[in-house]
């Protein structure tokens, strides 16, 4: 893939870590630019789910992009994929978990 990264996010609470979340994706094809991408991408996790407050929405569609998020589990454990296609053809996907660390 093009433009493959791996991150975390982490919660603190009086010093320890209580949540964490775990994520890989990458760039799948070169049929549109990274920019536009990320710039759809950024859009989608703006409109996070409160119940399930880690990446986007389940579905966003505009214009050539559409924003794919699947995921089981609960805020306590979880684990997800996110896609991003582009005139209905993969260009992007993440895979992402995680849960509570410590109650």
Do not use: C
């Not at 964490?20 to 990320?38: D, F, P």
């Not at 805020?75 to 978990?97: A, N, P, S, T």
Request: a negative charge; proline letters at 2%.
């Amino acid at each position: 893939g093009f433009n493959t990264f791996i991150g975390e996010e982490i919660i603190w609470k009086n010093e320890e870590m209580i949540w964490g979340m775990n994520y890989y994706g990458q760039i799948l094809s070169k049929a549109v630019g990274a920019k536009e991408i990320y710039e759809f991408l950024k859009e989608a996790l703006l409109q996070v789910d409160e119940s399930m407050p880690f990446r986007g929405p389940k579905i966003l569609n505009e214009e050539n992009f559409s924003y794919r998020n699947s995921n089981s589990g609960s805020v306590e454990d979880f684990h997800g994929v996110e896609m991003i296609l582009y005139q209905g053809k993969r260009v992007y996907e993440l895979q992402y978990h995680g849960g509570i660390i410590k109650k």
